[in-house]
């Protein structure tokens, strides 16, 4: 059962990282990296299709 809660914990902050850094990416912006990383993995997925 740990292992399960260890993969699930490192998904989450891999997403968080990811929806940071993609939106560093685009707009430079503090605030707007910020919120991103509070949506993680909503923001990666919108980003993945809206730019694809």
Do not use: C, D, E, P
């Not at 260890?6 to 707007?32: D, E, H, R, Y």
Request: no cysteine; proline share 0%; net charge positive.
């Amino acid at each position: 059962m740990a292992r399960n809660q260890n993969a699930a914990t490192a998904g989450i902050g891999f997403g968080v990282a990811l929806a940071i850094a993609i939106s560093w990416s685009a707009n430079k912006s503090i605030l707007w990296a910020i919120l991103h990383g509070v949506l993680s993995w909503f923001y990666v997925i919108y980003y993945a299709i809206r730019y694809q």
